[in-house]
């Protein structure tokens, strides 16, 4: 991009992976670049990338493990590369790689002005942020990859680690963290992510206070730094995995095709 960067109100970021190239990023995603101003930009990843990223249209490909374990510093990268590249007025809205938008909606929230900083979907009632750090056992992570043990040695993926290394990293900060499938960050909150990660030196295998891993699971990694920063979650469901629970703030159903 031009040394001079263009301003802009915000930004649309949808992530996939070399997955989901043929599948998802082909049947999903929004049908126009730009929606009020926001440009849409689509995100895969390589670690064996030449540049930190290279741009191709709308398509930014960065240097970074394309693996599930890793999302948390590949969206970070991406909001990286957004505020390296432009001027933005606002924030960004993360979306995953399998949604069925509403642009009427969609253009709605993104035009919706005074936006809270966090904006996401939980299912709990109580949004309240608790005053310390509660730890929790989470198989998640581990539960994926013992379904996906080739996984764990893709050089795409870059993870290096063993299963027994993965069930070892299940204990994380227990944070009100908005469903990683659609999420608003707002410069103040998307610059709080940028400096944790740059904390933590984009490895999500950072073992925080009290021996737990808030970092290989996306969704915990931005709460947990929303947590750190005093930012609570503003609870609006931005998208549902079930077309009859559509509210006046779906943006997007969520498919989870191709998995």
């Known amino acids: 991009m031009s040394s001079s960067k263009p301003t802009i109100p915000g930004a649309i970021l949808i992530f996939s992976c070399h997955k989901h190239m043929n599948t998802r990023m082909q049947q999903f995603g929004l049908d126009k670049p730009l929606y009020a101003d926001w440009p849409v930009l689509y995100f895969i990843a390589n670690p064996f990338l030449d540049s930190p990223a290279k741009l191709y249209h709308n398509l930014v490909i960065l240097r970074c493990e394309d693996s599930y374990i890793h999302v948390g510093k590949k ?9 390296d590249n432009f001027n933005v007025q606002e924030g960004v809205l993360r979306c995953g790689d399998d949604l069925l938008f509403n642009e009427e909606r969609l253009l709605k929230f993104i035009q919706t002005p005074n936006k ?12 309240d942020l608790p005053v310390t750090i509660q730890l929790v056992n989470d198989t998640f992570m581990l539960d994926y990859y013992q379904n996906h043990k080739s996984e764990l040695t893709d050089p795409m993926h870059g993870i290096h680690k063993t299963i027994e290394q993965i069930e070892a990293m299940s204990v994380r900060p227990n944070c009100m963290a908005a469903g990683g499938v659609v999420f608003y960050l707002s410069n103040k909150a998307a610059n709080a992510v940028l400096a944790m990660f740059s ?10 206070e009290g021996g737990c891993y808030p970092f290989i699971i996306e969704d915990c990694a931005v709460a947990f730094t929303m947590f750190l920063n005093r930012i609570p979650l503003t609870n609006k469901r931005l998208y549902t995995n079930s077309p009859e629970l559509v509210t006046e703030d779906t943006i997007a159903v969520h498919t989870n095709s191709y998995k």
Request: charge should be negative.
């Open 75 to 83: 969206v970070a990268l991406g909001i990286k590369f957004v505020y």
């Open 116 to 127: 809270e900083d966090y904006i996401g979907y939980n299912p709990m009632v109580n949004p």
């Open 199 to 208: 904390q933590i030196n984009y490895d999500v295998f950072t073992m925080y």
